[in-house]
């Protein structure tokens, strides 16, 4: 039996590589794999092998990748949105509480007391130093109500707090699974004036880079607290150092340190903890290998970050051709002139696109010769071509 190769740059769950099945084999040689499975090596200055077909994240987050340069060598890149949301979406209720009630403080404090017999009396006298106030009764801004966000709206729910959420782009599941009671808003500022808690979920992108910056701090409720759970860059450091040193936001809670936000007051920032449990690194593994493993033996696409989701189901056929191509006008046309010259008949077919770039499926009733996908790879705007044969062998035009 052929296999096709999987190398792994990071470790990944064990439960993750039970997904794949018999014709798959682990290989240490990176430059003989056709699926790469990472969770936060860096690969931006690497060299991308002939044979690789596609990078599987365990996570979300990809910028430790060089979509672009994959793109133009088709190359799909996958993530796993959702596969810890839940680990992201219970630290920010817990960096809520911490937020709201001394806690970290006052179990230091009481480590560095003395034990003896006069501790209790201590306690008792101390610890209003330590108090805060309840969640409960509190308003909540969720920005951003996708996998993590309405999560995290409908734990606000859960505490009897007021929630508020903005998303103009909501996805119908996230938008089914949302408690009735939360105010949906579609200006931020609205959203930043009326609430205590204001937590960020949405992704980094040149739109969202620097999402909260003075003109919405000063916006915000007078004391409120920000949590940023989502990505650094989300916020204008600056204009965070100033509100806090002005009072206008009495906490800030993040997960991402740096030597700027590690010197600032009246902030607490975590390890980078969101995703950091044995449940999310197993969900995350096991969701990028049935992703890379559907896309090698179907070419079907989900969840990918640099091209369309396309799918055909699986492949029934003795044949299935896969084409990524840049997204300019004639080129199915052309392709499908091609089967016909070929004496190809194509049994069923889709294609999609987004932006720049679009990819197609075929399916035909007959072995599809090695040099017609060459042909097709040869082709103007064409990415790559794959060939995938019902049989188990591998790709034609590797």
Known sequence: MKHRRVALLNNISPL??????????????????????VRSADLLETDMPTRL??????????????????????????NTPGANANAVAELVVAGMLLSARDIIGGANWLREQEVDTSLPQRVEKHKSVFSGSEIRGKSLGVIGLGAVGHLVANAGVAMGMEVW?????????????????????????????????????????????????????????????????????????????????????SKYVTDFANQRVMSLP?????????????????????????????????????????FPAITLGKAAYPTRVLVLHRNVPGILSKVTTLFAKEGINIEQMV????????????????????????????????????????????????
């Open 16 to 37: 993750g590589l039970k997904e794949f099945g018999a014709n798959y084999a682990l290989t240490q040689n990176h430059g003989d794999a056709d699926l790469w499975l």
């Open 53 to 78: 077909k596609a990078i599987a994240r365990a996570g979300a987050g990809v910028n430790n990748i060089p979509l672009e340069r994959c793109t133009r060598q088709g190359i799909v890149v996958f």
């Open 165 to 249: 959420g903005y998303d103009p782009a909501i996805a119908i599941e996230h938008a089914l699974k949302l408690a009735l009671s939360v105010h949906h808003v579609v200006r931020i500022a609205e959203l930043l004036q009326a609430c205590d808690y204001i937590t960020l979920h949405v992704p980094l992108l040149d739109s969202t880079r620097g999402l909260m910056g003075r003109l919405q701090m000063d916006r915000m409720r007078p004391g409120a607290v920000l949590l940023n759970f989502s990505r650094d860059q989300l916020v204008d450091e600056e204009a965070l150092e100033e509100a806090l040193a002005a009072g206008r936001i």
């Open 266 to 306: 009246n902030t607490l920032a975590l390890p980078h903890l969101g995703a950091a449990t044995e449940e999310a690194e197993e969900n995350s593994a096991m969701m990028a290998a049935r992703q890379g493993q559907d896309y090698l033996n179907n070419g079907n696409i989900s969840n990918s970050v640099n």
């Open 351 to 398: 294609s999609s696109s987004r932006g720049d770039v679009a990819c197609a499926l075929f399916d035909a009733s007959i072995t599809v010769p090695r040099a017609f996908a060459m042909q097709l790879a040869s082709q103007p705007d064409i990415l790559r071509v794959r060939v995938i044969y019902g049989d188990g062998e591998p790709d034609a035009a590797e």
